[in-house]
Every structure is written in C-alpha cells, then in structure tokens.
C-alpha cells in the first residue's frame, strides 16, 4: 500500500484545471509514488481505467514514441470523446520536454490533462519558467517532514503529536524519533528501512548515483575533487554563514567556479539559502547568505558521519537545519534571518499576511525561558504587528503575547 503524503491533498485540488501539473524535485524523493496516489484521486472523480494512462518514460519504447511526435499520445487513447488523464514519470528524458508539453496543452488542454514529474535538472528547470508561463503549476516535492516520518514509521503515539503535556515516557519515544530522523532524514526508502546499517548503505548509495553522478554530469563538472571538496565543506556549513571569498581561499577554487556549484545545488534542490531580513531587497541579495540543505541523512553520509546527538559537536546545526526545513514545507518558502551589526542573529524571520514571525532555535531541553533582549528588541523595532517563537526541544509555554515557547511537534503551527 502507498503511504499518503500531504501534498497529495493539494495537487489533489488542480486535477479538474487545465494547467499542467509538474512534480519535481530531488531523485528518490517519491515522485513516482504520488503519481501513483494521484492516479486513484482521478478515479475516485469517476474516471475510468481507460481514460488513465502511465507512460514511464524510461521505457525506451515509449520514450521513441513521445520524441517522434507529442500528438503520438493519442495512439493510446480509445475513447477520443470523454477527456483522458496522462501520467508521465521522468518527462526529462524527451529531446525537447518543454516544446512537447506546450504543443499538447495549447492544441488539447480541453481533451487531455498532462500530470508529469521531472528530474530536478538545471536544463528542464530553466526551460519551464519560459516557454511554460501560464500553461503549468509546479509542485516541489520535498523529503518527508517529521509527520509524515511518523506516519511512515507507523509510530505508536502519533495521537499525541499535537498534545503539549506528554507522559515522560511517550516524550521520550518522540525525542528517539527525532534523533533518527535527524541522523537519517527522510527519504522514504530510507525512512521503511529499519535495519541502521542498511539506511546508511542506502544513503551512501544515493550519494553516489544522484550527488556525485547525476548533479555532475548535470552541471558538466570537469575537476571532480574540488566539487567533491566543496560538497563536504557546505555540508559541514549548515545554519553558518556563506563567506564565497573565504570558501574560495580555503579550497583554492575560483569564486565563479564555486558560485557555479552553488547555482547547481541550488537548482537540484540539494542546497537552500536564507537570506538576511532588511528592507532594501539589493541588500537581501549582496548580503551573505545562510546555508541548509535538504536533507540530514544525506548531509550526513556526505560527511561519514553518524554517531548519536549526544556525542556529536554539531547536534545544534542539524536541530537548525530541520527547523528549517519544517517551515519551508509547512509554512513558507521565503525564510530569512536576522542578524545586527554587533553579530546579535535570530534564526529565523517569517512574513506571512502582514505579519513578521522571528523564530530562534534552542536545541535544548529548556526548562526556563531564555535571554529575550535581542527578540524583544527587533519586535520593538518591527513595523508590522508580530509575536516571537522559540522552538526548542521540551519547553512549552505561551503565556506571553510577544514571546511563544514550542517544542519541535509544534513548528507548523508557528503562524
């Protein structure tokens, strides 16, 4: 049985709109899986098995097919009066994906409905913010979030999940899960296998074929060691500073070479980065910038690193890193941080309608409220109406109208 995702929910919403709809994102990621979920949402709407059709086009067949001429796909519809629901996995292998996609919708979007995913390649996400405006919407399909890792792990109290006052017992279950997840991430492969040894093979496998082979050959990187350099580097960067000059001098690479393979990390959704919060949008820009990325398991079999939080040095990194990622898939895309000029940092800076939500990240079993200064004073400072969130690991407490205290179950619902 295919485990549900939440996104599911919404593309569920655009099955009946003419857009396309494109899943993309990492490999391995389970866009094949949603596809597969979509596919009974079509039918649940009444529409028959032969209205239906998945065309994975790493059948080569198929593949020769599409290439040869998009309107080919009519030689698998048989009934040409009601509409019929193409699902096509892996649309970045066609010689032109985005000339093949923009022909059927703009002859046929009232007959067929075109639900694809595509491989999160530099080539095909450049081409679809052009030659698609209008036409497409574009779902990226992240990682699991902790939820969804719960609900994959079949975890016995995920009832208590949205309950603030827990057994020690029942806590102590969540923390053992959120230190798996972060040592392991969320890949779901990764994720059903339950055996330590073999999600770390799986993990080292994933760095080999998709970081070291596909994103390389995809960016054309000729001198493997320094992109092999500089992917250790960043991964042992999270939550820091991004100094180009200074990773620059350290590697030895030139600074275009490097903003290079940012741009590549970037655009295959490895690598995200979080720019300072100021009111002049240039400064967001030339300022430095904070570094994530997308996943902790893979970061850390990047780095050969798996032993237990407690006996590990970037323990905080990594709860920043999650936090991170738990806003970006649940509440916002546009994360920034906070940072003075006497190096006073909040993590995080939220704007969501009209509101600005600092959220500091305490990687700490608080029992007491922390040194407020700096939160209260850029709430003071902000224009717009705000309340603070210090997310943290036990602490609950939101007694307060300018400072909330929640533990890591509770990010999403921060705003």
Do not use: H
């Not at 028959?48 to 290439?67: A, P």
């Amino acid at each position: 049985m295919i485990k549900s995702r939440k996104i599911a929910k919404i593309i569920e919403k655009w099955i009946d709109e003419k857009e396309i709809i494109i899943l993309t994102g990492v490999r391995q990621v389970g866009k094949t899986s949603l596809l597969q979920l979509i596919e009974e949402k079509i039918k649940e709407k009444n529409v028959g098995e032969k209205n239906i059709f998945y065309l994975s086009l790493e059948d080569i067949n198929i593949l020769n097919t599409l290439n040869e001429n998009p309107e080919n796909v009519f030689q698998y519809v048989l009934d040409k009066n009601k509409k019929n629901y193409f699902l096509i996995d892996e649309i970045q292998y066609l010689d032109n994906p985005s000339n093949f996609l923009k022909l059927l919708y703009d002859k046929y979007a009232d007959k067929i409905k075109l639900i694809i995913t595509g491989s999160s390649s530099l080539e095909l996400k450049a081409n679809f913010q052009d030659s698609l405006a209008g036409r497409k919407v574009i779902f990226e399909i992240n990682p699991l979030d902790f939820e969804e890792f719960l609900q994959f792990k079949n975890f016995n109290y995920i009832d208590y999940l949205s309950k603030k006052d827990l057994p020690e017992n029942i806590k102590k279950e969540f923390d053992d899960m959120l230190e798996e997840y972060l040592l392991y991430g969320g890949m779901p492969a990764v994720v059903l296998q339950n055996d330590k040894e073999k999600k770390i093979k799986l993990l080292e496998e994933y760095i080999g074929a998709y970081i070291n082979k596909d994103i390389r050959s995809i960016g054309k990187i000729e001198n493997i060691a320094y992109f092999n350099n500089f992917i250790k580097i960043i991964s042992s960067q999270i939550g820091g500073l991004l100094n180009i000059n200074e990773l620059s001098n350290t590697l030895n690479i030139d600074r275009r070479i490097l903003e290079k393979y940012l741009e590549l990390l970037e655009y295959t959704f490895v690598l995200y980065r979080s720019s300072p919060f100021l009111s002049n949008i240039r400064s967001q820009i030339t300022k430095m910038q904070k570094i994530y990325l997308f996943d902790s398991g893979v970061r850390n079999a990047i780095l050969g690193n798996f032993i237990t939080l407690d006996n590990r040095s970037d323990a905080g990194a990594l709860f920043e890193n999650f936090v991170y990622m738990e806003l970006k898939k649940n509440i916002s895309n546009k994360i920034f941080f906070y940072r003075t000029a006497s190096g006073s940092e909040i993590d995080f800076i939220i704007e969501k309608k009209g509101c600005v939500y600092p959220i500091e990240v305490k990687f700490k079993q608080l029992r007491k409220k922390i040194d407020e200064r700096v939160v209260k004073n850029f709430i003071i400072k902000s224009k717009k109406e705000c309340f603070a969130n210090v997310v943290n690991l036990s602490l609950n407490d939101d007694n307060s109208k300018l400072i909330k205290y929640i533990d890591y179950r509770f990010i999403k619902n921060i705003v």
